[in-house]
């Protein structure tokens, strides 16, 4: 027996912005799992601003996505054959293979989850690396202490939406929010429990920011870098700390784009940038989880979802993270 999957491929590298002509939906037949194989039919898929850098042929973290070969991505669906005890069939799953309605994979690169317990979608957004990413940047790259002013870009996204609410529940004396709109700017103070909100598209964030925060912040929560991390800088106190999550504001710059202007107020202030990645988190995940689920389970943390439906919409959903498409997580619905 075969399944008929449908996949989309990279089907040239972006010099830019990407477009449709990037990617590719192709038809190909799947074998019966293998010993030590599972076959999933995949139902929802997530789609993230890092993986416009993995379109690019360079060495990161991460390797580069290959040419007309499948695209990856964190997905969820059910096992509908297995060769493997330990992951039988009709387990939900999670793993990495997805932009594709089937997918054919080794048993012990899904991880079987209890949609009992939570939604599917939370194991792709809050309760899975999106939640760990938030709570590991928040807490330990930005050094997080009750009482602290905190500055959060990108605060209707994935991860911004949950930085404010874990620092708030961490205890922090203000946390002020940036997002793209009136309408996202009212999402952060009336869904996200901000403090304050900034419509950077109104322009002056500079002055927006030190009417937010007249005596300065001492965290900065970066998801887009560009304007906003000068404007972080200007603003941070003596000994502030900068976790620097993600920088969209560049992901599609065809050149190098110019760092702030005022990095050198980094010396006199004595402040902290520290880069990082989700995976250096990933051995704390089991204590991320014991704060995340209860947060997610009593309603203190509002997962915010937007969904797209059908396969074919995948690399629209994508495109439009970076022209201010989604309030929190971005999943495609198959």
Known sequence: ????????????????????????LVERELPDPGPGQVLVRNELLSVDPYMRGRMNDV???????ALDAPLEGGAVGT??????????????????SGWR???????????VVDT???????????LGVT???????????????AGDTVFVSGAAGAVGSLVGQIAKLKGAAKVIGSAGGAEKARALTERFGYDAAIDYRAGDLRGQ????????????????????????????????????CGAIAQYNSAEATPGPRNLALAIGKRLTLRGFIVMDYQPRFGEFAAEMAPWLASGKIEAAETVVDGLERTPEAFLSLFTGGNTGKMLIKL
């Open 116 to 126: 009992k317990l939570a939604p599917a979608a939370q194991y792709l957004g809050a």
């Open 101 to 111: 309605d089937y997918a054919l994979l080794p048993a012990k690169h899904a991880t």
């Open 79 to 96: 096992v509908v054959a297995s060769g493997s005890d330990a992951v039988p069939v009709g387990a939900s799953v999670l793993h990495m």
């Open 131 to 145: 939640g760990l990413t938030a709570w590991g940047g928040l807490l330990f790259a930005a050094e997080f202490r």
């Open 209 to 244: 920011l030190a009417q937010a925060a007249p005596d300065g912040i001492d965290v900065y929560f970066d998801n887009v870098g560009g304007e906003h991390l000068e404007a972080a800088i200007g603003a941070a106190r003596l000994h502030a700390r900068i976790a620097l």
């Open 1 to 24: 027996m075969t399944t008929t999957a449908r996949e989309f491929h990279l089907a040239a590298r972006p010099q830019g912005t990407p477009g449709p002509e990037h990617f590719r």
């Open 59 to 65: 060495k990161s973290y991460v390797p580069p996505f």
